[in-house]
């Protein structure tokens, strides 16, 4: 009878399998170089980041054993550091893996939400005051408010659109822009079209191409390569440099840009989930964005507490330049007469 009993409980799924709970790694009981290397920040960064993110982190549960914020940001810090498997990381944290997939997520909710305190466009003169001397201590290039580029994150192939994500070297990803300023500090960041998309496109359709097309700075202009059109608020090269005078134009701005290169080698370096030595990322493009503009956050922390980060020469630079070149413009006559005044002024 009693083995019957067991059957017809067996059938009716009553009998629950009993719950394995694995200890959590304490992480923190290591010191900092560990946690640098691991997480990229020290302990009382990793504190004070767990403190801002706890109050969306904590979640009520009926469950004894809720995962801790710190173990959330932790590991998911642990996964845009090193682009490892999320199976890998969860066996390291004592999780499991959906469980890592489910608070990655939320982790990465939080740290967007601090955008608009890390990452702003320097559009007033008091904050573009400082940001212009230090680009002209580069190499003398004035009134720079920032250098622009942009790069590729590889993705794996989405199921809608395919095609659009696919960039000109075949390979799908998203179109990331980046501005920064003579500090390889981020001040705009733009995670949301596709690999085709072209990088003039995607400025023009930004918050800060827009407002710097409708005047929102009047003395002052970004420097980009020769894949952007040239603007009274845009400086690019001179695309066939026939003088002297054009020649030491072209070096001085590539000299003065190049910060942005490095900027983006910086944060691929930073956060190698990024960067296409670590593979593609393995989620839809929404979640890549998200994860993207979460990195940009995360790098701006580092870079404002002042924390180093030792690349290789190939980390060090990103350079992915744009095959097409803007041919000059005689319809924008203001933008010309300014490059010709910058020439002569170096």
Known sequence: MAFLALLEDLASRQIRRQRIFRDHEDFFANDD??????????????????????????????????IPVHLQVLTTLGF???GCF?????????????SLSSIMSGVLSG???????????????????????QFAAVAGFPNVIGAIDC???????????????????????????????ATMT????????????????????????????????RDGWLLGDSGYPLKRWLLTPFPNPQSTEERRYNDVHTLTRSVVERTIGLLKGRWRCLDASGGRLLYNPEKVCRIVRACAVLHNM???????????????????????????????IQAVRLREDVKSRL
């Open 33 to 66: 170089d560990w946690l640098m290397s691991r997480f990229r920040f020290p302990r009382a960064i990793l504190l004070t980041l767990c403190a801002e993110l706890g109050p969306d982190l904590e979640r009520p549960t009926l469950r004894n054993r809720a």
């Open 80 to 82: 845009l550091a090193t």
């Open 86 to 98: 999320q199976r890998e990381l969860a066996d390291r944290s004592g999780i499991s893996q959906p």
């Open 111 to 133: 740290i967007i939400k601090l955008t608009g305190r890390y990452i702003r466009f320097p559009y007033t003169l008091s904050e573009q005051a400082d940001i212009k001397v």
């Open 151 to 181: 790069t590729h994150v590889a993705i794996r192939a989405p199921s809608q659109n395919e095609a659009a994500f696919i960039n000109r070297k075949q390979i799908h990803s998203i179109n990331v822009q980046v501005i920064c300023d």
């Open 186 to 217: 981020l001040t705009n960041v733009v995670a949301r079209w596709p690999g085709s998309t072209h990088d003039s496109f995607i400025l023009r359709n930004s918050s800060v191409g827009t407002r710097l097309e409708n005047g929102a700075v």
């Open 302 to 332: 580092a870079q404002q507490n002042g924390l180093p980060l030792i690349m290789t020469d190939q980390q060090a630079n990103d350079p992915e330049p744009d095959p097409h070149v803007y041919p000059p413009d005689a319809r924008n």
